[in-house]
């Protein structure tokens, strides 16, 4: 409130108390502001300015705007970023429209995601929570979730039928994947699928997945259960976590990229930089590989290695 009561105390201009001193020191400042006020300039246009470029970003075409994620996850903002629709695949945990905005690597992410594990494995959609709100910046209750980089995502579970299953809450499981305070199951298989796809996409490079240690271990048994490689089991040991601090992440994942290349030096990534993502924190060639990713057909799994 504070900041936009300051505001129109500087559109008061010459009226206002720090003016009527400097126009007591000087008759050439009386002069000067006489000029001032006839091109009616800088006061008026000084406090318009700000206000007026801020309504205009808000709402830019964003379709035509590239994205940039600006400074860390949890002290940034977001420019022109974009906004995942819902599909045959994906879902919204809600239709609040207002909290699912991300950097166009995030957002080809998560649709590359859900297109994949319905192709693998019909029938289900994925449930989307929040990203960031347009324009990014705080965003209560979550600590990050402010610069387009993180993604809130529902796992997958079945009902007492062994049928797809939806809420309109994230869902708590224990351990031995059954749900706490109900009859819903984690869907073993396609939660893995989605893992693995998070860790393969060419559309972007994801550095953690928050989930809870014990459905972390449920998912890792579950990969070497179906064959997956060394390499994709390494990779997801590396980037599922239980955070030490932001909650157990029993009732969803937490996934969030790196800084997209051409979004550095602005976008800050914090360390670990996993050894498989090539030249350190700065993904090479995200940009084109999100061109490449956006069309519903099957990215080369060598691409992100
Ligand atoms: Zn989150």
Do not use: E, F, M
């Given at each position: 409130m504070a900041r936009t009561d300051a505001r129109p105390a500087l559109a008061r201009g010459p009226s206002g108390c720090r003016y009527w001193r400097f126009v007591r020191i000087s008759h050439a400042g009386i002069?000067?502001?006489?000029?001032?006020?006839?091109?009616?300039?800088?006061?008026?246009?000084?406090?318009q300015g700000p206000r007026a470029t801020g309504e205009v970003a808000q709402q830019g075409p964003t379709a035509t705007v590239d994205s940039t994620s600006i400074g860390r996850t949890n002290r940034g903002r977001l420019e022109g970023g974009v906004l995942l629709p819902p599909s045959a695949s994906l879902r919204w945990r809600n239709e609040v429209a207002t909290t699912r905005w991300g950097t166009r690597e995030l957002v080809a992410l998560v649709e590359d995601a859900a297109e994949h594990?319905?192709?693998?494995?019909?029938?289900?959609?994925l449930v989307v929570g929040d990203l960031s709100r347009q324009g990014g910046g705080r965003f209560r209750p979550h600590r990050s979730h402010r610069n387009g980089r993180d993604v809130d995502i529902a796992f997958y579970m079945l009902d007492a039928q062994g049928r797809p299953a939806y809420a309109p809450r994230f869902v708590r499981f224990r351990g031995d994947g059954s749900e706490r305070g109900g009859t819903r199951r984690f869907d073993d298989a396609r939660n893995w699928e989605l893992v693995a796809r998070l860790l393969t996409s060419p559309a972007a490079h994801v550095q953690w997945i928050f989930v809870s240690r014990p459905l972390e271990e449920r998912l890792l048994a579950e990969g070497r259960r179906r064959g997956s490689s060394s390499e994709l089991l390494a990779r997801a040991?590396?980037?599922?976590?239980?955070?030490?601090?932001?909650?157990?992440?029993?009732?969803h994942f937490h996934v969030r990229i790196y800084c997209a290349a051409d979004d550095r030096p602005r976008c800050i990534d914090e360390p670990p930089f996993h050894p498989?993502?090539?030249?350190?924190?700065?993904p090479p060639a995200s940009?084109?590989?999100?061109?490449?990713?956006r069309p519903a057909r099957r990215p080369r799994r060598d691409r992100a290695t």
């Open positions: 002069v000067a502001l006489g000029a001032i006020a006839a091109i009616g300039w800088p006061v008026s246009g000084r406090a594990v319905s192709r693998t494995l019909p029938g289900a959609q040991a590396a980037v599922l976590d239980q955070p030490s601090r932001g909650g157990r992440h029993d009732d498989w993502v090539a030249a350190g924190p700065t940009r084109s590989a999100v061109a490449r990713s």
